[in-house]
Nanobody
Framework: QVQLVESGGGLVQPGGSLRLSCTIS????????LGWYRQAPGKERELVADITTTGRTNYADSVKGRFTISRDRAKNTLYLQMNALEPEDTAVFYC?????????????WGQGTQVTVSS
């Protein structure tokens, strides 16, 4: 019932900026956590940033001070503003909704969008 669709990826030079968007279809529960993950070649998928419905945010150490996660409730859209991009940020970025169903934790994923940081 929940669908996530990312957009905004592309090629950017080191030091540049990019904003990713994730449109969300379906009902968002108050206990849901929305986030962005990324997966670089040969590496595990890692959490970049997440945000609760109350607005509490969490960031990976590698992106603190450079990335900002936000949500537009009216538009049901999740954003990731990325500044001062580095080649090490190159990865497929995924939008994620984490939902606690009581018996288990469910993860809903978008299709992914490629971010390439290169000169």
């Amino acid at each position: 019932q929940v669908q996530l669709v990312e957009s905004g990826g592309g090629l950017v030079q080191p030091g540049g900026s990019l904003r990713l968007s994730c449109t969300i279809s379906g009902i968002i529960f108050s206990s849901d956590v929305l986030g962005w993950y990324r997966q670089a070649p040969g590496k595990e998928r890692e959490l970049v940033a997440d945000i609760t419905t109350t607005g509490r945010t969490n960031y990976a150490d590698s992106v603190k001070g450079r990335f900002t996660i936000s949500r537009d409730r009216a538009k049901n859209t999740l954003y990731l503003q990325m500044n001062a991009l580095e080649p090490e940020d190159t990865a497929v970025f995924y939008c994620n909704l984490r939902r606690n169903l009581g018996s288990k934790m469910n993860h809903y994923w978008g299709q992914g969008t490629q971010v390439t940081v290169s000169s």
